[in-house]
């Protein structure tokens, strides 16, 4: 279920209803964790926090002239997915977040490389996924992200 919109009301709005409460929960978990510094908005059909080019000129690599994305949360035909690629980027955040996981959820851990996925929404661990959010500010992604993916 891709949807692109331009507003992340617009967005929620087309969220099957059963999953919007859940959804904007974990967007409000993200706003009230994640450092100062990082932007809300929509990039590549999903809710995302970037750093603004006002604060990184270079952007994206992948997309000239893009702000440099961080997390993203979007509602996939099946699930949320919470996209975190600073866990991708950072082996020692990865490490803490996997073994952190079962502190908070009785359900085993669905993730990909960068992606968190949260099939049902009451399994949504809210506090640890707020956790994760403050691992990283802008100016350490800034340094991981250059280390890792610039060329």
Known sequence: MQI??????????????????????????????????FQQNMQYGMVTWCVPLETYPAGYHCAKNTPLPFISVASQKNFIAFYN??????QKI?????????????KKLDM?????????????PYELMGELCTKISVDEWITIYEKNYKK
């Open 4 to 37: 692109f919109v331009d507003t992340i009301e617009e967005y929620i709005s087309q969220i099957p209803e059963e999953r919007r409460d859940a959804f904007r929960k974990l967007l409000e978990t993200v706003d009230r964790n994640l450092p100062k510094g």
């Open 112 to 124: 990909g490389k960068s992606c968190i996925r949260f099939k049902k929404m009451d399994d949504i």
């Open 94 to 106: 990865l490490d803490w977040f996997v073994s952190e996981f079962p502190n908070h959820s009785k």
């Open 85 to 90: 690629t600073g866990i991708y980027a950072d």
